[in-house]
């Protein structure tokens, strides 16, 4: 940090450059770009690989607005599909929803935890489509042994394009404040996601500045503003070197919740993937309303003792805009809809301290009882 300030880079510069070598070589991709959000390496994911008006882009609708909000800024259409019981996208519906427009699935790492890729990237391949993955909350998550963002995830597909997508935004595993980056094999695509990323100027300022660099460019497209500065570079890097600490901690909350409330009826536990390592960005309860207490009262129960929850997700295609734009209605995707009605992420910070998590604890069995009988 102070190594930045001292440089006098603040914007995009040294320390931009050294997160994404690290970055990419701590999840095993050929390439990182360092961006200002995640929402901006999806919006330029789908621009640098060409997806635009008279497009469709499948998006599963238990998500933040934002994966959805991309698609339409790239002027393409979002089709919105239902989840599993994972509340991952249910690839079923994912292959149903494919028709001769459709160019890209966006999956969504639910949570932190891997989607089926395996699935996925079948899907894309037998139909020619793009794979944007939403790794917002899975910075650190592993399928298969493979961390998400890896090149290696698709070994088995050499032709897939593909780009995942990760978010250092305050609340995220790990932070810049506001930033975020993207991954990719594709040398090419890295170079057209940076070009978009900075106006569109065929040389980034640091290129133009350096010994033998030029004054001259050009704009081949009218970029975007969506570069990560040196300072938030600079954060970046220190978090980065922390995360297998910071997960450990995620891990060791969500284990001592699940082990809490294993024997509460009327709530589900997070599902867990036996073949995934979750990152733990949320932990999300299932309390079902008929048994002992709504889930509204439930985060009301909470909030009298003190303690705030939140919900993720309301599901997209509920919201105003995709009901008005897209003709959406309640019913049309009846898992995520259920699903919104009962869950519930408890806090999950790294740095929650023993008796944080107790109070947790204690707070959601006073709500909710193992016999049944709250
Ligand atoms: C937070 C979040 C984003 C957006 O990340 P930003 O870095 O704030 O743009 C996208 N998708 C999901 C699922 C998120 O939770």
Redesign the pocket.
């Known amino acids: 940090m102070t190594n930045a300030l001292k440089s006098g880079w603040l914007s995009t510069g040294p320390q931009a450059a050294e997160f994404e070598m690290e970055f990419a070589s701590r999840v095993s991709a050929s390439h990182a770009v360092a961006l200002n959000?995640?929402?901006a390496g999806m919006h330029l994911a789908l621009l640098a690989l060409g997806i635009g008006p008279g497009d469709e882009v499948i998006v599963p609708t238990m998500?933040?607005c934002?994966?959805a909000n991309v698609v339409v800024h790239a002027g393409a259409r979002p089709v919105l599909v239902d989840v599993g019981e994972t509340l991952n996208i249910d690839v079923d519906a994912a292959r149903a929803a494919v028709t001769p427009r459709t160019k890209a699935i966006l999956p969504?790492h639910y949570a932190g935890q891997p989607c089926d890729l395996e699935e996925i990237y079948e899907v894309a391949a037998e139909n020619d489509l793009v794979v944007i993955e939403?790794a917002?909350?899975a910075v650190g998550a592993k399928y298969r042994g493979l961390d998400i963002g890896s090149d290696q995830l698709s070994a088995s597909f050499p032709d897939l394009r593909r780009v995942t997508a990760f978010?250092?935004?305050a609340t995220?595993n790990i932070t810049t404040g506001e930033g975020?980056m993207v991954s990719l094999s594709s040398a090419d695509l890295a170079e057209r996601v940076r070009l978009l990323a900075l106006h569109g100027m065929s040389l980034s300022a640091w290129n133009r500045y350096n010994a033998g660099g030029s004054w001259r460019y050009d704009v081949p497209v009218p970029g975007f503003k969506y570069n990560m500065s040196d300072i938030q570079a600079a954060i970046g890097r220190e978090q980065l070197k922390k995360l297998s600490k910071l997960q450990q901690q995620r891990s060791q909350i969500a284990e001592r919740y699940d082990h809490a409330f294993a024997d509460l009826e009327g709530v589900s536990l997070p599902a867990r993937d036996p073949q995934s390592l979750h990152a733990f960005h949320l932990y999300v309860l299932r309390i079902h309303s008929e048994q002992q207490i709504e889930r509204d009262g439930f985060i009301l129960g909470m909030r009298e003792r003190n303690i705030g929850t939140s919900v993720h997700f309301p599901p997209v295609h509920l919201h105003s805009f995709y009901r008005q734009e897209y003709g959406y209605n309640a019913g049309d995707l009846p898992v995520a809809e259920q699903a919104s009605e009962q869950i519930v992420s408890l806090p999950l910070f790294a740095c929650m301290s023993s008796e944080d998590t107790e109070d947790v604890i204690t707070a959601v069995r006073a709500l909710v009882k193992p016999d049944g009988r709250g």
């Open positions: 959000s995640c929402t998500t933040f934002a994966s969504v939403d917002a909350h978010s250092f935004y995220k975020g």
